[in-house]
């Protein structure tokens, strides 16, 4: 299967930065759509942000549009989310996943559904304190 891992979590201050990465393993060559979402307690995970394989296209949920800014190396199979102006809701264990990249075209929910993704990571812990 493909392997998944994200790092770079931690505990900040309100309107603080943090920059997340997640890198992808698996066949050589293969590329991937990837995306991140965020589970607080009691709560649903839900979507944050996705890439499309080529980089050409990204996704953004309403609540981080102009913090947050997605991208990737397809060298090196690896995403990365860089979260500036964070809130104290933006707290959660934020997860990566993937899916193998296609010429389709996809609509927005498409990117938006965790069903989209059968590759998902361990999580990293972001914490913003007030």
């Known amino acids: 299967q493909v392997q998944v891992l994200e790092s770079g979590g931690g505990l900040v201050q309100a309107g603080a930065s943090l920059r997340l990465s997640c890198a992808a393993s698996?066949?050589?060559?293969?590329?991937?759509?990837m995306a991140w979402f965020r589970q607080a307690p009691g709560k649903e995970r839900e979507f944050v942000t996705a890439?499309?394989?080529?980089?050409?296209?990204?996704y953004y949920a309403d609540s981080v549009r102009g913090r947050f800014t997605i991208s990737r190396d397809n060298a090196k199979n690896t995403v990365y989310l860089q979260m500036n102006s964070l809130k104290p809701e933006d707290t959660a264990v934020y997860y990566c996943?993937?899916?193998?990249?296609?010429?389709?075209?996809?609509?927005?929910?498409?990117?938006?559904?965790?069903?989209?993704?059968?590759?998902w990571g361990q999580g990293t812990q972001v914490t913003v304190s007030s």
């Open positions: 996943a993937a899916v193998a990249g296609s010429t389709t075209y996809y609509s927005r929910t498409y990117y938006s559904q965790k069903t989209s993704y059968p590759y």
């Open positions: 698996g066949r050589t060559g293969r590329s991937y759509t």
């Open positions: 890439i499309s394989w080529s980089g050409g296209s990204t």
